[in-house]
């Protein structure tokens, strides 16, 4: 009987560390999954930005070429 007994505590013992095991494991890949995510959603919204800063740039390259950027606008005022 105490055999027995062992024998199931033992095994009771490893089944739970294995399944404790293969749950780190599922938790682990979500979490580099979701750290992927967010580094792809960075990425686009970095992009976006940079785009927009390009446009306003592009934007006052072309008033300073066409000489309607307001400061030259008021020096003329003056």
């Not at 027995?4 to 404790?20: A, D, E, K, P």
């Not at 750290?35 to 592009?58: C, H, L, N, S």
């Amino acid at each position: 009987m105490k055999k027995v007994f062992l024998s199931l505590l033992i095994t009771g013992v490893i089944l739970t560390t294995y399944s404790c095991r293969e749950s780190t494991q599922e938790k682990t890949e979500d979490a580099v999954e979701a750290i992927g995510e967010d580094i792809e959603d960075g990425t686009r919204r970095a992009a976006r930005e940079v785009e927009k800063g390009a446009e306003k740039v592009e934007q006052e390259i072309e008033e300073e070429i066409h000489e309607t950027d307001d400061q030259v606008e008021q020096e003329k005022i003056e």
